[in-house]
């Protein structure tokens, strides 16, 4: 009997001291934690990242010749609201979201309508053709194609800043605008105007 007792109290004494710690976290978790403000920046660690300086602008004017491309770029956004993004039939578009054009790192990205008079000839551009992006810093930016692909409308994979700077044109493909046609370039030169 004494053995069941003593079990019985090991039972209720884990309980306990499981209660205990459960109390702890509760009260951990509930303290309330000092406000953070929208304009939070992070505290800078012993060793910092190396900056680089970078030449960089946003969009004004985009040329690809060998397609019959060349068009104003104005900024545009996303509207969460209703799920769109800023588009019209008479220009290009710079996604805010995206990189600024540069030559340090990162993924610009330029869209348009697939419509005779914005991107509608992309889907037939050829390995190596040369693009130009032109910055309101007064640079012109000259690319090299380098690959196409598909993606869903859901695909956000372009929006990187990591790896070397890039510059993706973007348009809608298929029957019902169902994929998006991702044309990919790589930087190479820059020159001042």
Request: proline letters at 7%.
């Amino acid at each position: 009997m004494s053995g069941q007792l003593s079990k019985g109290m090991r039972f209720y004494s884990v309980a306990a001291l499981l209660n205990f710690a459960v109390g702890v976290m509760f009260y951990t978790i509930n303290i309330t934690p000092t406000p953070v403000s929208a304009t939070f920046t992070p505290s800078i660690t012993k060793h910092a990242p190396r900056t680089v300086n970078a030449t960089q602008g946003i969009p004004l004017r985009i040329a690809v010749p060998s397609v019959g491309i060349d068009l104003p770029v104005k900024v545009g956004s996303y509207n969460p609201d209703n799920a769109t993004w800023d588009v019209d039939m008479d220009n290009a578009y710079y996604a805010d979201v995206s990189m600024p054009i540069n030559n340090s790192n990162g993924t610009t990205l330029i869209y348009g309508h697939a419509q005779s008079q914005i991107f509608e000839t992309l889907p037939s551009i050829q390995s190596g053709a040369d693009a130009t992006v032109y910055t309101d810093t007064g640079y012109a930016f000259h690319y090299r194609h380098t690959t196409s692909r598909l993606v869903l409308p859901s695909d956000v994979s372009v929006f990187t800043e990591s790896g070397p700077p890039e510059l993706v044109l973007q348009t809608c493909i298929g029957v019902y605008s169902e994929h998006r046609g991702l044309y990919s370039f790589k930087l190479v030169a820059i020159d001042r105007l």
